[in-house]
């Protein structure tokens, strides 16, 4: 049984360009999670994706973006690079409640130069 | 405002010592309360999961323990190992119909041989 898979592992871009990062959710999970995490710090929540629908977000610009698919998988988009979104990007996948358990996937590692 | 607090930040221990980390929170309504383990570079991994109602939870070396009252919840590590060596963070969920995920800081621990 497949855990969550992210691609890329590791992605450099320079400022003002565009990103997409990909993550797989564990099998028979629904809802996908997307955190940023900068160095020494915390995950910080960026918005929730349950039934292809934007159901939660965090205190992020619009220039993050996403998408879940009919397969539950999911799509992070960030528009307009900034050297500080420079992070360790996190996928989580859970069933439909944030009571459930969540399980994480590996990161990507996002360097902006 | 909701937060949650690890102490200590980081902490240097020897191989085969016992240790313990501190997790404060101020989070309202409280729905559980979660214990990570992330490695460098890797996403976070679960290793409890507790609810209001209970005190005490147990994951092999891994024991937290809750105190709902004081808000306050610790996790203790038996005979440490080398690869106990990551950041162990606490993180709580709110309750209600929108619960949040409020995460710490994490604290730092390495072990050394």
């Known amino acids: 049984d497949a855990g969550v898979t992210q691609s890329p592992t590791h992605l450099i871009k320079t400022r003002g360009q565009q990103v997409t990062l990909r993550c797989s959710p564990k099998s028979g999970h629904d809802t996908v999670s997307w955190y940023q995490q900068a160095l020494g710090q915390g995950p910080q929540f960026i918005f929730q994706y349950y039934e292809e629908e934007e159901r939660q977000r965090g205190n992020f610009p619009d220039r993050f973006s996403g998408h879940q698919f009919p397969n539950y998988s999911s799509e992070l988009n960030v528009n307009a690079l900034l050297l500080g979104d420079s992070a360790l990007y996190l996928c989580?996948?859970?069933?439909?409640?944030?009571?459930?358990?969540?399980?994480f996937g590996p990161g990507t590692r996002l360097t902006v130069t | 405002k909701n937060q949650v607090e690890q102490s200590p930040q980081s902490l240097i221990i020897l191989e085969g010592k016992n240790c313990t980390l501190q997790c404060n929170y101020t989070v309202s309504p409280f729905s559980n309360l979660r214990w990570y383990k992330q490695d460098t570079g890797r996403g976070p991994v679960s290793l409890t999961i507790m609810t209001f109602s209970e005190n005490t939870k147990s994951n092999g070396r891994y024991t937290a323990t809750l105190d709902a009252d004081t808000k306050q919840s610790s996790l203790h590590i038996t005979a440490s190992q080398l690869s106990d060596s990551a950041s162990y963070i606490c993180?709580?969920?709110?309750?209600?119909?929108?619960?949040?995920?409020?995460f710490g800081k994490g604290t730092k621990l390495s072990v050394k041989p």
């Open positions: 993180v709580v969920l709110s309750g209600g119909s929108q619960g949040n995920l409020i």
């Open positions: 989580a996948s859970s069933l439909d409640s944030l009571s459930y358990e969540q399980y």
